[in-house]
C-alpha cells in the first residue's frame, strides 16, 4: 500500500545534504527509516509523536473522515517519522510550527479530482510532501450520497501538522457545496434521490420563503414525484395509498403509471381504485382502455366491471357506456345459457355505476327474476338511473316490496343513495316508511337512511319509533340520522357501543356533520387508535395536532400532519411537510401519506 517515493525522495535528498560527506557513524547512532539504507547521525531523535485524535463523531461525516484518514495517515506519519529519524531537531522540516491545509476535491467513487494548497506552511519542502500524500491516497472510499454536493463531489479540507495534530481526521472537514432551489431540486429529481430533494424545499421555505411561488412550485413537484414514486412501489399498500393520493389531488402526471395498473395489476381490487383514479384526475385518454377493460371482463370481477363502468362514464363515454350494456341485455335476453346469463349480469353491474336511460325497461323486467341476487343488481341499477329518468321510480318501489329481505334492503339502499345524490320522491318516501318496521334488520337499516335522505324534514318523526332499536345493524344508521336531525349527543354515545362497526359508523357521522358535531368528535381523547385517526381530521386544537404529528404511529403522524396543512395552508407547512417526507424511508406509506395530504389542501 507505500505509495510514498515521492516523500522519501525528499527527505533523503534533505537528509543527505545536511550529513557531512566524510563523517563516519558514531556506536549506536545509526538510524533508520526503512532498515535498508543507514544514515549516520551525532543528534538524538526526540521521541515519536502520539497518534493523532479522531475525527469528532458529531462532525458532518465523521465516519468518512475517518475512513479517509485510513489512506492519509501511513504516508504522512512515515514522512514525520523519516524527517524525526533523519534530520537533526534544529532542521527546518523538524519545526513543530509546520501546517499546510489542503482542500481535496473528490468524485463520487472517491478518486481524487484535484488537490489545492488553501494555506501555506512557509516551507516549500513541507507544502509539496503535504501535497503529495494528499494526491497519492485516492482512490478514497465512495462517500455515501448524503455527503456529496450538488455537483456530485465531496470536498474534504485537510490539515497537516508537524505537531501532535499530525493530519489526524480531528484536523479534517467535510463540506457541502448547495447550488439554489432552481438548479438543486431538478437535479435531483431527475436523479430520483427525493430525500434529498425534499430536504432542499424545507431549507428553502425554512429561510423564509415559503410563501414565494417559486418553493411551493418545486415543492409541489417534489410532492408529486413521491406519489408517483409510491405507485411504482413493490409494496401493495404503499400502492393503494398512492392511488388514492393521486386520485385525491388530482396529479394527472400520474395517468401513466394508473393506467398500467388499471389494466395489468394483479389484484383485481388496485385495478378498480386505480381506475378511479384515472376518472378523478380527469384522464380522458383513459376512455378507450376503460370500454376495452369493461367489454373484456364483463362481470367476471364485479368489482372492476362496475369500477369501469363508472369512470367510463365520468371520463365522458357514457354514451359507449349505454351501447355496451344495451348490447349485452341483448345478448342476454334469452337466458337460456350461461354466455347469456353472464351477458345480463355484466349489463346489471355496469348499468348500477352510471346511469343508462336506454336499458330501464329492461332492467325492471329483471326484478321478476327467479334469483334474488339478479333482482338485487336491478334495484342497484334503477337507482342509478333514477337521476336521468324518473322512471326508474316505479320499479325501485317495486323492488320494496319483494318477498327476499337481501332485495328489500338493496333497493331501499339504492334509493338512499340516490337521494343522497339529490333526487328525491315523496311517493316512495312514504313506500319506505313503513319499512322501518321490517323483521329483517338489514332492511329496517336501509330504511332509516332512506327516509332521512328522501324528507329530511319529516324524517324525525318517522324514525321516533326505529330509534329505540337495539340492532347494531341498525344503529349504524341511526348514527347518521342523529346527527343530521339534531340529536348528536346520541350518536357520540354510540363512540361507546361494544359493536366496533357502530363506533367506527358514529365516529363518521360525527365527522361528516355540522361544527357542533365535529367538536364532538374532536373533544374525545379516549378514541380507539381508527377512530383517533378520524377525530384528528376534525380538530382544530393546534397545539394537539402539533404534538400528534410527532407521535410514534406514523399513521397518527401524519394525520396529524395532513389536518395541519388544511388549518395553515400549504405555504405555512410547506417547510414541515417537506422535512418529515425527507425524513421518511422513500417509498414509504408515511412519505406518501403527507405528500398526498400536503397536494390535496389547494
Given at each position: 500500500?507505500?505509495?510514498w517515493p515521492?516523500?522519501?525522495?525528499?527527505?533523503?535528498?534533505?537528509?543527505?545534504?545536511?550529513?557531512p560527506?566524510?563523517?563516519?557513524?558514531?556506536?549506536?547512532t545509526?538510524?533508520?527509516?526503512?532498515?535498508?539504507?543507514?544514515?549516520?547521525t551525532?543528534?538524538?531523535?526526540?521521541p515519536?509523536?502520539?497518534p493523532?485524535?479522531?475525527a469528532?463523531?458529531?462532525?458532518?461525516?465523521?465516519k468518512?473522515?475517518?475512513?479517509?484518514?485510513?489512506?492519509?495517515?501511513?504516508?504522512?506519519?512515515t514522512?514525520l517519522?523519516?524527517?524525526?529519524?533523519?534530520?537533526?531537531?534544529?532542521?527546518p522540516?523538524?519545526?513543530?510550527r509546520?501546517a499546510?491545509?489542503?482542500?481535496?476535491?473528490?468524485d463520487a467513487q472517491?478518486?481524487v479530482?484535484e488537490?489545492?494548497?488553501?494555506e501555506?506552511s512557509?516551507?516549500?519542502?513541507?507544502?509539496e510532501?503535504?501535497?503529495?500524500v494528499?494526491s497519492?491516497?485516492?482512490?478514497?472510499?465512495?462517500p455515501e450520497?448524503?455527503?456529496?454536493?450538488?455537483?456530485?463531489?465531496l470536498?474534504?479540507?485537510?490539515?497537516?501538522?508537524r505537531d501532535?495534530?499530525?493530519?489526524?481526521?480531528?484536523?479534517?472537514?467535510?463540506?457541502?457545496?448547495?447550488?439554489?432551489?432552481?438548479?438543486?431540486v431538478?437535479?435531483?429529481?431527475?436523479?430520483?434521490?427525493l430525500?434529498?430533494a425534499s430536504?432542499?424545499?424545507?431549507?428553502?421555505?425554512?429561510g423564509?420563503?415559503a410563501?414565494?411561488?417559486?418553493?411551493?412550485?418545486?415543492?409541489?413537484r417534489?410532492?408529486t414525484?413521491?406519489?408517483?414514486?409510491g405507485?411504482?412501489?413493490?409494496?401493495p399498500?404503499?400502492?393503494?395509498?398512492?392511488?388514492?393520493?393521486?386520485?385525491?389531488?388530482?396529479?394527472?402526471s400520474?395517468?401513466?403509471e394508473?393506467?398500467?395498473i388499471?389494466?395489468?395489476?394483479?389484484d383485481v381490487?388496485?385495478?378498480?381504485?386505480?381506475?378511479?383514479?384515472?376518472?378523478?384526475?380527469?384522464?380522458?385518454?383513459?376512455?378507450?382502455m376503460l370500454?376495452?377493460?369493461?367489454?373484456?371482463?364483463?362481470?367476471?370481477?364485479t368489482?372492476?366491471?362496475?369500477?369501469?363502468?363508472?369512470?367510463?362514464?365520468?371520463?365522458?363515454?357514457?354514451?359507449?357506456?349505454?351501447?355496451i350494456?344495451?348490447?349485452?341485455?341483448?345478448?342476454?335476453?334469452?337466458g337460456?345459457?350461461?354466455?347469456?346469463?353472464?351477458?345480463?349480469?355484466?349489463?346489471?353491474?355496469a348499468?348500477?355505476?352510471?346511469?343508462?336511460?336506454?336499458?330501464?325497461?329492461?332492467?325492471s323486467?329483471?326484478?321478476?327474476d327467479?334469483?334474488?341476487?339478479?333482482?338485487?343488481?336491478a334495484?342497484?341499477a334503477?337507482?342509478?338511473?333514477?337521476?336521468a329518468?324518473?322512471?326508474?321510480?316505479?320499479?325501485?318501489r317495486?323492488?320494496?316490496?319483494?318477498?327476499?329481505a337481501?332485495?328489500r334492503?338493496?333497493?331501499?339502499?339504492?334509493i338512499a343513495?340516490?337521494?343522497?345524490?339529490?333526487?328525491?320522491?315523496?311517493?316512495?318516501?312514504?313506500q319506505v316508511a313503513?319499512?322501518?318496521?321490517?323483521?329483517?334488520?338489514?332492511?329496517r337499516?336501509a330504511?332509516v337512511?332512506?327516509?332521512?335522505?328522501l324528507?329530511?324534514?319529516?324524517?324525525?318523526?318517522?324514525?321516533?319509533?326505529a330509534?329505540?332499536?337495539?340492532?347494531?345493524?341498525?344503529?349504524?344508521?341511526?348514527a347518521e340520522?342523529?346527527?343530521?336531525?339534531?340529536?348528536?349527543?346520541?350518536?357520540?354515545a354510540l363512540?361507546?357501543?361494544?359493536?366496533?362497526a357502530?363506533?367506527?359508523?358514529?365516529?363518521?357521522?360525527?365527522?361528516?356533520?355540522?361544527?357542533k358535531?365535529?367538536?364532538?368528535?374532536?373533544?374525545?381523547?379516549?378514541?380507539?387508535?381508527?377512530?383517533?385517526?378520524?377525530a384528528?381530521?376534525?380538530?382544530s386544537?393546534?397545539?394537539?395536532?402539533?404534538?400528534a404529528?410527532?407521535d410514534?404511529?406514523?399513521?397518527v403522524?401524519?394525520a396529524?400532519?395532513?389536518?395541519?396543512?388544511?388549518?395553515?395552508?400549504?405555504?405555512d407547512?410547506?417547510a414541515?411537510?417537506?422535512s418529515?417526507?425527507?425524513s421518511?424511508?422513500?417509498?414509504?406509506?408515511?412519505?406518501?401519506?403527507l405528500?398526498?395530504?400536503w397536494l390535496a389542501a389547494?
Amino acid at each position: 500500500m507505500k505509495r510514498w517515493p515521492r516523500v522519501w525522495t525528499v527527505v533523503g535528498c534533505l537528509a543527505l545534504a545536511g550529513c557531512p560527506s566524510g563523517a563516519k557513524p558514531k556506536a549506536g547512532t545509526t538510524v533508520t527509516a526503512s532498515g535498508e539504507v543507514p544514515y549516520p547521525t551525532d543528534f538524538t531523535p526526540p521521541p515519536p509523536l502520539p497518534p493523532p485524535p479522531a475525527a469528532d463523531g458529531k462532525a458532518f461525516g465523521a465516519k468518512y473522515l475517518d475512513l479517509a484518514y485510513a489512506r492519509i495517515g501511513d504516508d504522512w506519519t512515515t514522512f514525520l517519522e523519516d524527517c524525526r529519524l533523519r534530520l537533526p531537531p534544529q532542521h527546518p522540516l523538524n519545526d513543530a510550527r509546520l501546517a499546510a491545509t489542503a482542500g481535496i476535491t473528490l468524485d463520487a467513487q472517491g478518486h481524487v479530482v484535484e488537490v489545492t494548497l488553501l494555506e501555506r506552511s512557509g516551507n516549500d519542502d513541507f507544502d509539496e510532501v503535504a501535497r503529495a500524500v494528499a494526491s497519492d491516497a485516492g482512490p478514497f472510499p465512495p462517500p455515501e450520497r448524503a455527503l456529496l454536493s450538488d455537483d456530485d463531489r465531496l470536498y474534504l479540507t485537510w490539515l497537516f501538522a508537524r505537531d501532535d495534530r499530525q493530519a489526524g481526521a480531528a484536523t479534517a472537514s467535510l463540506r457541502r457545496v448547495e447550488w439554489p432551489i432552481d438548479r438543486a431540486v431538478p437535479k435531483y429529481l431527475g436523479d430520483g434521490n427525493l430525500t434529498e430533494a425534499s430536504r432542499r424545499v424545507a431549507s428553502a421555505a425554512t429561510g423564509g420563503d415559503a410563501a414565494q411561488a417559486k418553493v411551493l412550485g418545486y415543492a409541489e413537484r417534489v410532492m408529486t414525484a413521491v406519489v408517483r414514486e409510491g405507485l411504482a412501489s413493490p409494496d401493495p399498500a404503499v400502492q393503494r395509498l398512492a392511488i388514492t393520493a393521486a386520485g385525491a389531488a388530482r396529479i394527472s402526471s400520474a395517468a401513466r403509471e394508473l393506467r398500467s395498473i388499471a389494466d395489468g395489476a394483479l389484484d383485481v381490487g388496485m385495478r378498480a381504485a386505480a381506475i378511479d383514479a384515472l376518472a378523478a384526475i380527469g384522464d380522458l385518454d383513459a376512455a378507450p382502455m376503460l370500454a376495452m377493460i369493461l367489454e373484456r371482463d364483463q362481470g367476471a370481477n364485479t368489482e372492476l366491471t362496475g369500477a369501469a363502468a363508472r369512470g367510463l362514464a365520468r371520463l365522458g363515454g357514457q354514451a359507449r357506456l349505454g351501447e355496451i350494456v344495451v348490447a349485452w341485455f341483448v345478448a342476454g335476453k334469452p337466458g337460456k345459457t350461461p354466455a347469456e346469463r353472464a351477458r345480463t349480469w355484466a349489463a346489471l353491474i355496469a348499468a348500477g355505476q352510471a346511469p343508462v336511460p336506454a336499458a330501464i325497461s329492461e332492467v325492471s323486467r329483471m326484478l321478476a327474476d327467479r334469483e334474488p341476487v339478479v333482482r338485487a343488481a336491478a334495484c342497484r341499477a334503477l337507482g342509478a338511473a333514477v337521476g336521468a329518468d324518473a322512471t326508474a321510480w316505479k320499479g325501485l318501489r317495486k323492488g320494496l316490496t319483494d318477498a327476499d329481505a337481501s332485495v328489500r334492503a338493496t333497493c331501499a339502499n339504492a334509493i338512499a343513495d340516490a337521494a343522497a345524490a339529490g333526487t328525491r320522491s315523496r311517493a316512495t318516501f312514504w313506500q319506505v316508511a313503513p319499512l322501518l318496521k321490517d323483521r329483517d334488520e338489514r332492511v329496517r337499516a336501509a330504511a332509516v337512511l332512506a327516509v332521512l335522505r328522501l324528507e329530511p324534514a319529516r324524517a324525525a318523526m318517522e324514525l321516533t319509533a326505529a330509534s329505540r332499536d337495539k340492532s347494531p345493524v341498525v344503529l349504524a344508521s341511526l348514527a347518521e340520522a342523529w346527527v343530521r336531525t339534531g340529536s348528536g349527543a346520541k350518536t357520540e354515545a354510540l363512540l361507546a357501543h361494544e359493536s366496533p362497526a357502530v363506533r367506527q359508523a358514529a365516529a363518521r357521522a360525527l365527522l361528516a356533520g355540522d361544527d357542533k358535531a365535529k367538536a364532538m368528535l374532536a373533544a374525545r381523547a379516549d378514541l380507539e387508535p381508527a377512530l383517533r385517526l378520524l377525530a384528528l381530521a376534525v380538530t382544530s386544537d393546534r397545539g394537539a395536532l402539533e404534538a400528534a404529528s410527532t407521535d410514534p404511529e406514523p399513521s397518527v403522524r401524519t394525520a396529524a400532519a395532513a389536518r395541519l396543512v388544511l388549518l395553515r395552508g400549504r405555504a405555512d407547512t410547506v417547510a414541515d411537510v417537506a422535512s418529515q417526507v425527507a425524513s421518511a424511508p422513500p417509498a414509504s406509506a408515511e412519505r406518501v401519506r403527507l405528500a398526498g395530504a400536503w397536494l390535496a389542501a389547494r
